[in-house]
C-alpha cells in the first residue's frame, strides 16, 4: 500500500566543477519525478553548499546535516571524473554521519564510455559504510556531453524502476525508523 504522506526526496547534484554538465542532467531527473507523486523533491546542489574539507562545524554545516535528517530518501546525480566520483560527493557524506542512517539511495549517473557507472560502483561501497540502502537499478548516460536525448526510453525506463525501488524503501525504512530508531 502507497504511503499517504508524500517522501521526503533530496536530488543530490554532486558536481561542482566550473562548466559541469550536472544541471542538465539533473534536470531531466527532476522532470522525470512529476510522474511520481509518492515524492515530495528538492535539488540539493552541493555547489551552493560550502561544506569544509576538514570536516568542521559551521552554520553551513548545521543547515545541510538539517536537510540530510529531514529526507526520507536521497538520488545523488554524479559525474565520474578519472574513474571515480566527485570529491564534493565525498565531503558530503563525510560530513553527516547519522542522519544518513537506514535511508534509501539511488543514481543517475553520466560520463564517457562507463556513463558514470565506476563512480556508482564506488559510491555504493561508501553509502553501504553509512548504513544506507542503495537500490539496484540506475540511470546511466554514457558520453552524456555530446549524445544526451532528454527523449532517450530507455534512460527513462530505468529512472521509473529506480524511482519505484526507492519509493518502496523509503516507505519501508521511514516506517521502521518512525516506529523505533535504526541500531546502528
Do not use: C
Not at 124 to 148: G, I, K
Not at 150 to 156: L, Y
Amino acid at each position: 500500500m502507497p504511503t499517504t504522506v508524500p517522501l521526503r526526496l533530496e536530488v543530490i547534484v554532486g558536481s561542482v566543477r566550473a562548466g559541469r554538465f550536472a544541471p542538465v542532467v539533473a534536470d531531466w531527473f527532476v522532470d522525470r519525478l512529476t510522474a511520481h507523486d509518492e515524492f515530495e523533491a528538492a535539488v540539493l546542489d552541493l555547489a551552493e553548499y560550502a561544506l569544509p574539507q576538514d570536516l568542521s562545524q559551521s552554520p553551513v554545516v548545521d543547515a545541510f546535516t538539517e536537510r540530510i535528517g529531514a529526507a526520507d530518501a536521497f538520488v545523488v546525480v554524479t559525474s565520474e571524473y578519472n574513474h571515480g566520483y566527485p570529491a564534493a560527493l565525498k565531503t558530503a557524506f563525510d560530513t553527516v554521519k547519522h542522519q544518513w542512517r537506514a535511508k534509501p539511495i539511488g543514481f543517475v549517473a553520466y560520463g564517457g564510455m562507463s556513463g558514470g557507472l565506476r563512480a556508482v560502483e564506488q559510491l555504493r561501497q561508501v553509502v553501504a559504510e553509512l548504513h544506507m540502502v542503495s537500490v539496484r537499478d540506475a540511470v546511466s548516460f554514457h558520453q552524456a556531453r555530446r549524445h544526451f536525448d532528454p527523449a532517450d526510453g530507455a534512460a527513462a525506463d530505468a529512472a521509473d524502476r529506480m524511482l519505484g525501488q526507492l519509493a518502496w524503501w523509503a516507505d519501508t525504512l521511514r516506517e521502521r525508523r518512525n516506529r523505533e530508531p535504526y541500531p546502528g
